[in-house]
């Protein structure tokens, strides 16, 4: 999993008010939390804090607050609901040994048998929760679908990761193989052209 290192300032005063004002500087308030510690205010600017937000991808964050660094990751971020700005960021410490729970993306790989029979590939889940020690969490999760026929699925109680504990319903359909409206009108067509040959030659 990669690393990246983020800088931001120590926060002292908390509420509206004075987060609005950090806003109007390009600030976005956050907290660190977790692992029985204090928590630690900060506000980081929305500029470094895109590194992480706007991306599908994770990272080990090591947090530098004016010199002291956390190791962390985002746990959860806040935004406005029409312009979409980041209102407020939580980060949560870990430590390499405790296991850390966390959202993984998910990456289909291989070209799906009912793609290739004319259905279409449903990707039904974006991201996974997964448990696992730090040095074993994955930058993404690699599902292969090339098994995966017409009216087949692909479920979480299917999936094997070693060193990884994944935190969903075992029931939980990841992917799935549909049979496309065009297949369905081109094979109805299809019927109907063989019925109608058939016909020809039986009143022949």
Request: hydrophobic share 35%; proline share 3%.
């Given at each position: 999993?990669?690393?990246?290192?983020?800088?931001?300032?120590?926060?002292?005063?908390?509420?509206?008010?004075?987060?609005?004002?950090?806003?109007?500087e390009g600030l976005?308030?956050?907290?660190?939390?977790?692992?029985?510690?204090?928590?630690?205010?900060?506000?980081?600017?929305?500029?470094?804090?895109?590194?992480?937000?706007?991306?599908?991808?994770?990272?080990?964050?090591?947090?530098?607050?004016?010199?002291?660094?956390?190791?962390?990751?985002?746990?959860?971020?806040?935004?406005?609901?029409?312009?979409?700005?980041?209102?407020?960021?939580?980060?949560?410490?870990?430590?390499?040994?405790?296991?850390?729970?966390?959202?993984?993306?998910?990456?289909?790989?291989g070209f799906a048998?009912?793609?290739?029979?004319?259905?279409?590939?449903?990707?039904?889940?974006?991201?996974?929760?997964?448990?696992?020690?730090?040095?074993?969490?994955?930058?993404?999760?690699?599902?292969?679908?090339?098994?995966?026929?017409?009216?087949?699925?692909?479920?979480?109680?299917?999936?094997?990761?070693?060193?990884?504990?994944?935190?969903?319903?075992?029931?939980?359909?990841?992917?799935?193989?549909?049979?496309?409206?065009?297949?369905?009108?081109?094979?109805?067509?299809?019927?109907?052209?063989?019925?109608?040959?058939?016909?020809?030659?039986?009143?022949?």
């Amino acid at each position: 999993m990669k690393t990246i290192t983020l800088k931001a300032t120590k926060r002292v005063e908390t509420g509206k008010k004075h987060n609005k004002i950090l806003r109007k500087e390009g600030l976005v308030p956050g907290v660190l939390y977790g692992n029985e510690k204090e928590n630690v205010l900060f506000a980081i600017s929305v500029k470094e804090l895109k590194n992480v937000i706007f991306t599908n991808k994770v990272y080990i964050i090591n947090l530098d607050v004016e010199g002291e660094v956390y190791t962390c990751i985002k746990k959860d971020a806040q935004f406005h609901p029409v312009k979409d700005n980041t209102l407020h960021v939580d980060f949560l410490r870990v430590s390499e040994d405790k296991p850390v729970k966390m959202f993984i993306p998910v990456t289909l790989t291989g070209f799906a048998k009912g793609v290739q029979a004319g259905g279409h590939l449903y990707q039904m889940k974006h991201y996974i929760n997964i448990k696992a020690s730090l040095e074993n969490i994955p930058d993404q999760l690699e599902i292969d679908v090339t098994n995966l026929t017409i009216g087949k699925s692909l479920q979480i109680k299917e999936m094997k990761h070693e060193n990884i504990e994944i935190l969903e319903p075992a029931s939980d359909v990841v992917a799935m193989v549909k049979l496309t409206r065009a297949a369905m009108s081109k094979a109805d067509s299809e019927s109907d052209e063989e019925d109608e040959t058939t016909e020809e030659k039986t009143e022949e």
